[in-house]
């Protein structure tokens, strides 16, 4: 103000005509013109029309400038994490060769943007400071980044109550052992309800023993203020610090809360299922041997696969997986469907080449392996064993796959199994044949000679029997593969049974509908039992019988699956608690940890990679930051 009255220069003391003071002071000329000039300042500022005008404009440019630079610079940061793309190169400096990603993403901006433009500039002129494309600052916005996404996850988990814990450790690049953590959970902030897994941390662990992992996960939960009462779930591969039933990591967590109902993850236990059925037998370690000794034959040197290329214009051969067993599908296939033309470059590399050994090995996998009956049977029964064990494999990997599809797949494997062992050998015979007829080769088993044990002078020999040679190979070849992987399966996916026992009710709607109220009520006090910690249930048993009594006439006849049942009962606005609650638990339950390993491999743990491994995880769970 211009001016200060006497109340604001002298004070008041006469308290008692305190209110005549005022009014004087209200009506004199200083006051008038003090609140006159207060009233145009006012009017002024809210115009942007003060007298330091161009200087508060220059200030708002100069502000807005830079919001405009840090939304670039964030821009880049983005989508560099998202794609886990490394952001530094061997200089930092702009317009310079190898300088990374981030600058040279910063300069391609500047040559289409004019805000970048002037700020670039500005760095060459030396008339700012403060770049913000620095390393650290590439940190502290990836940190940034990745707290808020972990943050918004970490909302949606506690809003969903109930989770899982999908673990799995594996050394990184630098030899230390990383514990990767991705949590599941049934997603209810959006209109339709999804299941949803997001990776959420890494960290170093030193110990892997069980009781370390466990602490390790412990720590975690804590740190992320996740309860571990509210899991329900924990999935983990198949080894024995995880699995184990007296020391592993599910053990001591089902110590704690009963509720954490473990599953082994079902893709390592298809994988090792396969692993039985291929030693199970020497042949078959023998066939798998062939095969690839013919990928290595021809990837050995560029002469050798340029023979190869010259025959075969299809599919080119791949070598088999040691840790992925199901994928050797993918190397049997070439093999299947272009026996013939592999039988030509064969024989094309035995005439050419000069060196004895090859000359040998060559021959030896044209003429006694591939011109082997027994082989090529042996292969149309492997590709069809392999190729239907795949694909549940591959349908078992889906994100959002819940565990009663999951039982449905290995229901139907395990049916294939069982009609592939009464009618698979005969199919396979009639393939097998058309394959020798179309490469020249007699459709016979190769007899070999019967070794007799000597007799004693009081045995009878009228009793022996002999086999020939198919029926030895469908005896001890074909059923003998069969009868080992239905036995792997019932041993390694016994933890599946028992969720089908305790949650089968409410796997098929139709089955529900049929269903006698005794046998239903029988199987709601077990469900109530199963959720029951500490004297509280997560569910009551009598509400949810009469909650499904009703709810299975009303629901819509499209409703098919689980996640069906969660959306229908979302609209109706919670009337059905205990249902919801159920199939909430149901759907929350693992299958496998194929997500737990879609993460970025050979990062060094602690690194400015590692931060951006982080972000970018985050960033492709997400889609996007939020």
């Known amino acids: 103000m211009s001016k200060i009255g006497p109340l604001g220069n002298e004070g008041y003391r006469d308290w008692h005509n305190m209110g005549r003071g005022l009014k004087n002071h209200e009506a004199s000329k200083e006051h008038i013109d003090c609140m006159t000039s207060w009233i145009e300042l006012e009017t002024r500022l809210s115009k942007n029309k003060t007298i330091d005008q161009s200087v508060q404009i220059e200030i708002n440019k100069e502000r807005e400038h830079w919001r405009q630079v840090l939304k670039r610079i964030i821009a880049v940061v983005q989508r560099l994490a998202k794609n886990n793309l490394a952001f530094r190169g061997d200089c930092e400096k702009l317009y310079v060769e190898n300088n990374g990603l981030f600058?040279?993403?910063?300069?391609?901006?500047?040559?289409?943007?004019?805000?970048?433009?002037?700020?670039?500039?500005?760095?060459?002129?030396?008339?700012?400071?403060?770049?913000?494309?620095?390393?650290?600052?590439?940190?502290?916005?990836?940190?940034?980044?990745?707290?808020?996404?972990?943050?918004?996850?970490?909302?949606?988990?506690?809003?969903?109550?109930?989770?899982?814990?999908?673990?799995?450790?594996?050394?990184?690049?630098?030899?230390?052992?990383?514990?990767?953590?991705?949590?599941?959970?049934?997603?209810?902030?959006?209109?339709?309800?999804?299941?949803?897994?997001?990776?959420?941390?890494?960290?170093?662990?030193?110990?892997?023993?069980?009781?370390?992992?466990?602490t390790e996960l412990k720590n975690m939960l804590t740190n992320l203020e996740l309860d571990i009462d509210d899991i329900r779930g924990q999935g983990y591969d198949n080894g024995s610090n995880m699995k184990g039933k007296h020391k592993g990591v599910q053990t001591r967590l089902l110590e704690i809360n009963p509720r954490a109902f473990y599953t082994p993850c079902g893709c390592h236990s298809l994988n090792l299922t396969l692993c039985d059925m291929a030693n199970c037998c020497p042949k078959a370690m023998s066939f798998f041997g062939v095969i690839q000794r013919i990928y290595t034959l021809f990837s050995s040197s560029t002469k050798r696969w340029k023979i190869f290329k010259d025959h075969v214009k299809g599919l080119t051969l791949k070598p088999l997986s040691q840790t992925r067993w199901e994928s050797h599908v993918e190397s049997m296939r070439p093999i299947k469907e272009q026996t013939v033309q592999i039988i030509d470059a064969l024989f094309d590399l035995v005439d050419t080449s000069e060196d004895p050994k090859t000359k040998s090995e060559t021959e030896s996998l044209a003429t006694h392996e591939l011109q082997n009956f027994e082989f090529l049977l042996g292969m149309v029964i492997w590709y069809k064993l392999l190729h239907a064990i795949n694909t549940v494999s591959k349908f078992l990997q889906a994100e959002n796959m819940d565990i009663d599809v999951a039982i449905s797949l290995l229901e139907g494997l395990l049916l294939f199994l069982?009609?592939?062992?009464?009618?698979?050998?005969?199919?396979?015979?009639?393939?097998?044949?058309?394959?020798?007829?179309e490469i020249g080769v007699e459709a016979v088993f190769r007899e070999k000679r019967m070794i007799r044990r000597k007799k004693q002078f009081d045995e009878d020999g009228s009793d022996e029997i002999t086999q020939s040679a198919e029926d030895s190979f469908r005896v001890n070849y074909f059923l003998f593969i069969i009868d080992r992987a239905r036995s792997s399966f019932q041993t390694r996916f016994e933890?599946?049974?028992?969720?089908?026992?305790?949650?089968?009710?409410?796997?098929?709607?139709?089955?529900?509908?049929?269903?006698?109220?005794?046998?239903?009520?029988?199987?709601?006090?077990?469900?109530?039992?199963?959720?029951?910690?500490?004297?509280?249930?997560?569910?009551?048993?009598?509400?949810?019988?009469?909650?499904?009594?009703?709810?299975k006439y009303s629901l819509p006849?499209?409703?098919?699956?689980?996640?069906?049942?969660?959306?229908?009962?979302?609209?109706m606005d919670e009337c059905f608690p205990n249902a919801c609650v159920a199939y909430r638990i149901l759907l929350t339950i693992p299958v496998i940890v194929a997500s737990v390993e879609r993460r970025p491999p050979n990062l060094k743990y602690g690194t400015a990679a590692g931060i951006r491994c982080k972000s970018k995880s985050f960033m492709a769970l997400m889609c996007t930051p939020p």
């Open 103 to 214: 600058l040279q993403m910063i300069e391609m901006i500047a040559e289409f943007d004019q805000i970048m433009k002037e700020h670039i500039r500005r760095i060459q002129a030396h008339e700012t400071h403060y770049t913000y494309l620095g390393p650290k600052i590439q940190n502290e916005l990836i940190q940034m980044l990745a707290t808020e996404v972990k943050s918004s996850i970490l909302i949606k988990v506690k809003q969903a109550k109930y989770f899982s814990v999908i673990l799995d450790c594996t050394p990184d690049a630098s030899h230390e052992e990383q514990m990767s953590l991705v949590i599941r959970c049934v997603d209810y902030s959006t209109n339709s309800v999804m299941v949803e897994e997001y990776w959420v941390e890494f960290l170093k662990v030193d110990d892997t023993s069980g009781l370390g992992l466990f």
């Open 418 to 437: 069982d009609d592939y062992r009464e009618s698979g050998f005969d199919k396979a015979m009639v393939e097998a044949k058309q394959i020798a007829n």
């Open 495 to 551: 933890q599946f049974k028992k969720y089908e026992e305790t949650f089968r009710f409410l796997f098929n709607l139709e089955r529900l509908k049929c269903a006698d109220d005794d046998t239903l009520l029988g199987s709601y006090k077990n469900l109530e039992k199963s959720l029951t910690h500490n004297g509280h249930s997560d569910i009551d048993g009598d509400d949810l019988f009469l909650e499904l009594t009703i709810l």
């Open 557 to 571: 006849k499209e409703t098919k699956k689980a996640i069906d049942v969660v959306n229908y009962l979302k609209r």
